[in-house]
Nanobody, 127 residues
Framework: QVLLVESGGGLAQAGGSLRLSCAAA????????MGWFRQAPGKEREFVAT????????NYADSVKGRFTVSRDDAKNTLYLQMNSLKPEDTAVYYC????????????????????WGQGTQVTVSS
């Protein structure tokens, strides 16, 4: 089993920045595709960004493209999401997820492709 723990959420003003981290307790972290998803109250959980093994493939939702950057540090078993130019619409609980059986080059955007999920971290952006 894979344990994922998100951190770095908090309060930010519109136009500000936050960096989220996802620490994975898994010796095969480098074999996983990883993703960030978010869910606001009363809304469906949605894809934000995904990244494949070796960072060969990266996908962003249109709503965050140009503002958010996803990256990974396999030596630290950690996934990151750098969020710049934050908007109130970014307010949500952000979840880290792992596709533990990912093939090379795969970075799925569908939630049902991911087997392991973190507990989430709250991001609140004020206007």
């Amino acid at each position: 089993q894979v344990l994922l723990v998100e951190s770095g959420g908090g309060l930010a003003q519109a136009g500000g920045s936050l960096r989220l981290s996802c620490a994975a307790a898994a010796p095969t972290f480098d074999r996983f595709a990883m993703g960030w998803f978010r869910q606001a109250p009363g809304k469906e959980r949605e894809f934000v960004a995904t990244i494949s093994r070796l960072s060969a493939t990266i996908n962003y939702a249109d709503s965050v493209k140009g503002r958010f950057t996803v990256s990974r540090d396999d030596a630290k078993n950690t996934l990151y999401l750098q969020m710049n130019s934050l908007k109130p619409e970014d307010t949500a609980v952000y979840y880290c997820a792992a596709d533990v059986d990912a093939i090379w080059g795969s970075a799925p955007t569908k939630m049902d492709e991911y087997e392991a999920w973190g507990q989430g971290t709250q991001v609140t952006v004020s206007s």
